[in-house]
Structures are given as structure tokens and as C-alpha cells.
């Protein structure tokens, strides 16, 4: 225990052949968390996505961790398809469960993903200066507000 909170579950994706980083999800201890492993595809390891189930006595929910760097080591296309096919064996495989992709998408075409997945974005205004990199794609409307605040930390997201 630390600080007096209780200790929760946390699953990672290390980035590959780069520096630093990668996603990481931190769910509360009391919650029933499973990590999913969705596709295999050739460039799977390249792209920095984690997706984990989570069950509640409210609510299902799959989330989706996700880091799309400035400068990627694949095609942004790729990653788009395999996105695409990542939310449609999920929603096939959980058709209860609400999906949420959320992240730093970089220069991923917000509209590109929304086509392709069929989720909406919920945030709308600037995350980092005057871009929208930071960002957040659900499958159903499960959030009534979304409110951008600056971090209090050291951090640049």
C-alpha cells in the first residue's frame, strides 16, 4: 500500500527497438480486469496497443491504451487496420461491452479512425497547445462531460 490507497492492477506494452515508453492501464484492485490479446498480425509488436476487459457489477467495458508516435516505424494505414479489425472482433466477441480507444494519437487522422472503427470522439478541444493529440473514441456515449485540464505534474500530456 501506498499513501493509503489500495494497491490496483496494472498491465503494460513495452515499446520495441525504441527509447523509453509505451502504454500502460491502471485499473482498481476491487475490479475484475482481464488483458486481451485481440489480433496477431505481422507489425502487432510495433504498435503500441493494450486492450483489457473490465467487469463491474454496473458495467463492461473493453478499453484500449494506445501510442502513435510522430514518427512511426510502420505505415499509419497498417495501424488503421489493424484498429479496425481490433474494435470489430471485440464488438463481435462482447456485444455488451462499451469500447474505449484513448491516447496519444499524434498525426493519426481522427477521421480516418472514426470511419474505419465506427467509434465517436468526445474530445473536441485542444489537449497539448493548440493541437488535439491526447484524445478519446467510444463505441456508445457512456460520458456526459469531458474536460480538458492541464497536468499537474511534470508532463508533457
Known amino acids: 500500500m501506498a499513501h ?4 490496483g492492477h496494472h498491465w503494460g506494452k513495452d515499446r520495441q527497438r525504441r527509447r523509453g515508453g509505451g502504454v500502460a492501464i491502471y485499473v ?4 475484475d480486469v482481464v488483458a486481451r490479446q485481440v489480433l496477431n498480425s505481422d507489425n502487432n509488436n510495433d504498435y503500441e496497443l ?7 457489477t454496473k458495467y463492461d467495458v473493453i478499453i484500449g491504451a494506445i501510442y502513435h508516435p510522430p514518427k512511426p516505424k510502420y505505415r499509419t494505414s497498417d495501424l488503421l487496420d489493424y484498429i479496425e479489425g481490433c474494435v470489430e ?12 480507444l484513448a491516447g496519444d494519437l499524434n ?6 479512425l ?8 468526445i474530445i473536441k478541444e485542444p489537449t497539448r497547445g493548440n493541437n488535439c493529440l491526447d484524445r478519446i473514441f467510444v463505441s456508445e456515449l457512456c460520458y456526459t462531460d469531458v474536460k480538458v485540464v492541464n497536468s499537474a505534474i511534470k508532463s508533457d500530456h
Open 4 to 7: 493509503g490507497r489500495s494497491q
Open 28 to 31: 482498481h484492485a476491487d475490479t
Open 50 to 56: 493494450l486492450w483489457v476487459s473490465v467487469h463491474s
Open 89 to 100: 472482433k471485440l464488438a463481435t466477441s462482447s456485444p455488451d461491452s462499451t469500447i474505449i
Open 107 to 112: 498525426g493519426l487522422p481522427e477521421q480516418d
Open 114 to 121: 472514426v470511419i474505419k472503427t465506427g467509434l465517436t470522439a
